[in-house]
């Protein structure tokens, strides 16, 4: 049973910094690409980041250039994104998620975590 869950978030002053864990397990993902997505409230879930499991390919989106990394430790199978920088308009549930194709859509990802929330306080 595959499962992801991420640790986290929490509320942070304009410009601070939070590191979200996403810890995987079930399977191995050494073939998947790992997303991070987000929502606010009233808004639809959008992409943040990928990252291709096997080779450490990143992407990201626009908003989150710069400001964001995402990385993954092998050993622990688990994916972190860092967020550095952080904006009011960051505010939101923060989702870890799991495919087996490239690309920006929530289509393409099967697994979903929980989520985590993130507030960015101005």
């Known amino acids: 049973q595959v499962q992801l869950v991420e640790s986290g978030g929490g509320l942070v002053q304009a410009g601070g910094s939070l590191r979200l864990s996403c810890a995987a397990s079930?399977?191995?993902?050494?073939?998947?690409?790992m997303g991070w997505f987000r929502q606010a409230p009233g808004k639809e879930r959008e992409f943040v980041t990928a990252?291709?499991?096997?080779?450490?390919?990143?992407r990201y989106s626009d908003s989150a250039k710069g400001r964001f990394t995402v990385s993954r430790d092998n050993a622990k199978n688990t994916v972190y994104l860092q967020m550095n920088s952080l904006k009011p308009e960051d505010t939101a549930v923060y989702y870890c998620?799991?495919?087996?194709?490239?690309?920006?859509?929530?289509?393409?990802?099967?697994?979903w975590g929980q989520g985590t929330q993130v507030t960015v306080s101005s």
């Open positions: 990252l291709r499991w096997s080779s450490g390919m990143t």
């Open positions: 079930g399977r191995t993902f050494s073939s998947y690409y």
């Open positions: 998620a799991a495919g087996t194709l490239p690309g920006t859509s929530v289509l393409l990802y099967n697994y």
